[in-house]
């Protein structure tokens, strides 16, 4: 489980995300419209922000402040207690270093057991043929939705605690985006599912956050975010869907 405790993320006197509280355990979805704030909470959790941010508050994992940790430390916990789906898949992966020495690499960082069938079959399972073959390729001549597969493979690899999904199917069309929907949603493992598609989180997890202007707008119970929206940025996400 992760608990964010009062974050604060401060670019030039400016706030990116404000009194941020949460408590992630099971599988919870974070929504909000473009630019709220979303992805700037993942990259707060796993330490990934700029340098000229300052981060205030903490974010309680293990028994551990990720907000106080050290790079070599939290770069022990990335990849491996928690896994990642970036955002961008194109920019996810090294372009110019085959998708296998990429995987290998991973396991070594983390000083584990190569275990290339088992790459093999996740990503088989996110319906990629040819595996062989996509493990001889170079990322820059793999599709967004080929490496969204591939990286929604790569953070299970390692069994996490948990995983954190941002935006991770979005460059996949609907038809695709529901199956691996699906397949996410029958993994054993807690998750964070970011999305602005309410409609899609709401089938994906138990309960939702709303962010706004880098603020909590709401949380509750999927079921009562979708009858019950008290907020009014929550009913314009809704009304967006329709
Ligand atoms: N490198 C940066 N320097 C300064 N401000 C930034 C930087 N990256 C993001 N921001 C600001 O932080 C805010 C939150 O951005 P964030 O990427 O978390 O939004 P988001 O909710 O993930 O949006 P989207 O749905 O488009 O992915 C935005 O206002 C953005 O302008
Ligand atoms: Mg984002």
Do not use: C, W
């Amino acid at each position: 489980m992760i608990r964010i405790n009062n974050l604060n993320l401060i670019y030039k006197d400016k706030y990116i995300l404000k009194n941020i509280n949460m408590k992630l355990k099971g599988k919870v979805g974070i929504i909000g419209s473009s630019g709220s704030g979303k992805s700037m909470i993942t990259k707060s959790i796993l330490k990934l922000v700029p340098e000229k941010f300052i981060t205030q508050g903490s974010i309680d994992f293990m028994g551990e402040d990720l907000v106080k940790m050290k790079e070599k430390d939290i770069a022990k916990i990335r990849g491996k207690d928690i896994g990642y789906v970036p955002q961008d898949p194109h920019t996810a992966l090294d372009p110019e270093i085959k998708i296998y020495k990429q995987v290998q690499e991973l396991y070594k960082i983390h000083k584990e057991k190569v275990n290339m069938e088992k790459f093999e079959k996740l990503i088989k399972n996110f319906g990629l043929e040819n595996t062989e073959e996509i493990l001889n390729k170079y990322p820059r001549k793999l599709s967004g939705g080929q490496l969204q597969r591939i990286l929604i493979a790569i953070s299970l690899l390692l069994n996490p605690k948990l995983i954190i999904m941002d935006e991770a199917t979005t460059a996949l069309d609907s038809i695709s985006q529901y199956q691996i929907a699906q397949i996410i949603k029958s993994i054993d493992t807690d998750y964070i599912f970011i999305s602005h598609d309410l409609k899609l989180v709401s089938k994906m997890v138990d309960y939702i956050y709303v962010i706004n202007h880098g603020e909590l707008a709401e949380e509750g119970k999927t079921e009562e975010i979708l009858e019950r929206p008290q907020n009014e940025n929550t009913i314009k996400l809704l009304e967006a869907q329709l």
